[in-house]
């Protein structure tokens, strides 16, 4: 099994910063893609930022040019600085991480969920 342990949401001010740790404990398998996702109250869950690589990173359009998305390989780790916070930057966001088993290889995948972590942007 995986897991995925978040941290790092909170309250802050708008033009605020925060950033967000997901640490994953792998046991047998191995990532192809880390992400995070987020969920405002009625509104479905929409992808932010995933990395698959330092080269291959992907953004919301809303998003752009404020948050940057990293990971550290040796810790199994991604992280999510989010600078200029917006209003409507709150919600749930949840870390996602695509697996694969190494003795099977990446063609069959896994996905898991972290629990979520609340971030509230508001003066």
């Known amino acids: 099994q995986v897991q995925l342990v978040e941290s790092g949401g909170g309250l802050v001010q708008p033009g605020g910063s925060l950033r967000l740790s997901c640490a994953a404990s792998l046991g047998d398998f191995s990532i192809s893609s880390m992400g995070w996702y987020r969920q405002a109250p009625g509104k479905p869950r929409e992808l932010v930022a995933v990395?698959?690589?330092?080269?291959?990173?992907r953004y919301a359009d809303s998003v752009k040019g404020r948050f940057t998305i990293s990971r550290d390989n040796a810790e199994s780790t991604v992280y999510l600085q989010m600078n200029s916070l917006k209003p409507e930057d709150t919600a749930v966001y949840y870390c996602?991480?695509?697996?694969?088993?190494?003795?099977?290889?990446?063609?069959?995948?896994?996905?898991?969920w972290g629990q979520g972590t609340q971030v509230t942007v508001s003066s």
């Open positions: 996602n991480a695509n697996v694969y088993r190494r003795l099977q290889g990446p063609n069959k995948q896994y996905q898991y």
């Open positions: 990395i698959e690589s330092s080269i291959n990173i």
